[in-house]
């Protein structure tokens, strides 16, 4: 079983930026893939970020260019940095690994972006 807590969520105004942390605990051999997903209210959650094991990334279109992904494969942990945050930002964040073939949840943190 992993764990993954994320912090770094917040207040932030349009063109600032925030840097979300995740850490995964547990029984942790070798983490495969390591994301960030958002949920806006009453939409579907969506990939904002990944980025493999061996560092390879991969971004959604919205988000080219003003996020950046990165991990720490010897602490188990995930960063997404977000500059120029917009206001349609504003959502829950999750971080998302994966282990051993498992997919495993955060319980999200929540990130609002004031116009």
């Known amino acids: 079983q992993v764990r993954l807590v994320e912090s770094g969520g917040g207040l932030a105004q349009a063109g600032g930026s925030l840097r979300l942390s995740c850490a995964a605990s547990?029984?942790?051999?070798?983490?495969?893939?390591m994301g960030w997903y958002r949920q806006a209210p009453g939409k579907q959650r969506d990939l904002v970020a990944v980025?493999?094991?061996?560092?390879?990334?991969n971004y959604a279109d919205s988000v080219k260019g003003r996020f950046t992904i990165s991990r720490d494969n010897a602490k188990n942990m995930v960063f997404l940095l977000m500059n120029s945050l917009k206001p349609e930002e504003t959502a829950d964040y999750y971080c998302?690994?994966?282990?051993?073939?498992?997919?495993?949840w955060g319980q999200g943190t929540q990130v609002t972006v004031s116009s």
């Open positions: 998302n690994v994966v282990h051993l073939g498992y997919s495993y």
């Open positions: 547990g029984r942790i051999i070798s983490i495969n893939a």
């Open positions: 980025i493999s094991r061996g560092g390879t990334t």
